[in-house]
């Protein structure tokens, strides 16, 4: 059984080569990718098990994905693949119209994954495990995927396990006010939230500490703010740790927050300080944003060692 579950939707992610509108676009790069997907090969690098639940579509994108998460160490026995289901991508658009960000444009509606149902939840996977993994994107896809996150989340509670959620809303699949509605409840489940500022005005309508301690005051132990280049914070009843972000040249900062929970959740069940849960997250979120794909530069924990041993602020990632 993976010590590690995640749950949501793996994604094919073309990449653009050349940064500017797609539409000037001539190559894209095909990875493999997903939030949820990207966590589970984060803390795979750190020497867990994980395993992904989900679904693909019976085609070429879903293949591709069930191949190459089996090769990074993810679990594949749980990916169920749909008959006539379709397989979600997503396009990414570098560098315009703010340089240095990147902008996704999804074809995901009525994917395979978005049929996820409280019957994909077996409990005998989880049974055993010790950490589950959901995000915000998940019930943002579909009602029943919805009713899946909720019911994964229980279960996960009653088994003993640890949960963590990163609320990820994403506005172009969902408006604030039904996100707000179906993810209050899921903090309410969550032993680790991740979030932002963006999220936080959402969610409780206000950000930094307040937004935290609100938060905390729904259920989570600890509340992470991520704040991208500037670095994480790490919110507890006993006080905010904060540790700043890393110089690097961004060449797509899209998967830096997945890598960044797989790692600190890694760091917490490896009995790690939350300053050094922070400090590792931050890391691997600096290398994820040098290249294109979520998951390739993911780093290992003698990765983190030798990167805060070498680093010396004036990285450019070229
Ligand atoms: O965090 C990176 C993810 O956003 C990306 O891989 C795609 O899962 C994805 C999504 O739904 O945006």
């Not at 050349?18 to 803390?43: I, S």
């Not at 240095?100 to 996977?125: I, M």
Request: charge should be neutral; proline fraction near 5%; hydrophobic fraction near 40%.
């Amino acid at each position: 059984m993976p010590d590690i579950i995640t749950l949501g939707e793996p994604l094919i992610q073309l990449n653009a080569v050349t940064p500017g509108p797609l539409r000037y676009v001539t190559y894209f790069e095909k990875h493999v990718a997903g939030a949820e997907a990207n966590f589970a090969v984060a803390a795979t690098r750190m020497g867990f098990s994980t395993g992904l639940i989900t679904k693909v579509g019976d085609d070429e994108f879903g293949r591709d994905i069930i191949e190459t998460l089996r090769a990074r160490g993810v679990d594949v026995s749980h990916i169920a693949v749909e008959k006539d289901g379709y397989t979600g991508i997503y396009f990414i658009q570098r560098g315009y119209p703010v340089p240095g960000k990147s902008t996704s444009v999804y074809y995901r509606k009525g994917s395979a994954a978005s049929h996820l149902s409280p019957l994909d939840v077996d409990p005998a996977y989880l049974r055993g495990a010790k950490h589950l993994h959901i995000t915000g994107i998940t019930p943002a896809l579909s009602e029943s995927c919805r009713e899946t996150c909720m019911a994964a989340a229980k279960l996960a509670k009653q088994l003993g396990m640890k949960v963590s959620l990163d609320t990820n809303i994403r506005p172009k699949l969902w408006g604030s006010t039904d996100a707000r509605s179906a993810l209050l409840p899921l903090v309410s489940y969550a032993d680790i939230l991740f979030t932002d500022n963006d999220d936080t005005r959402t969610l409780v309508g206000s950000q930094g500490s307040s937004a935290a301690y609100a938060l905390i005051s729904k259920g989570p132990q600890i509340v992470v703010l991520k704040g991208g280049a500037r670095g994480a914070a790490a919110y507890t009843k006993a006080g905010p740790i904060e540790e700043p972000g890393f110089k690097v040249g961004v060449v797509d900062p899209t998967g830096a927050g997945d890598a960044f929970a797989g790692i600190f959740v890694s760091g917490i069940l490896k009995g790690w300080k939350l300053q050094d849960c922070l400090r590792a997250g931050n890391v691997a979120g600096s290398l994820v944003v040098t290249v294109r794909g979520d998951q390739e530069n993911i780093p290992t924990e003698e990765d983190i060692k030798s990167f805060l041993e070498k680093y010396s602020g004036e990285g450019t990632g070229k």
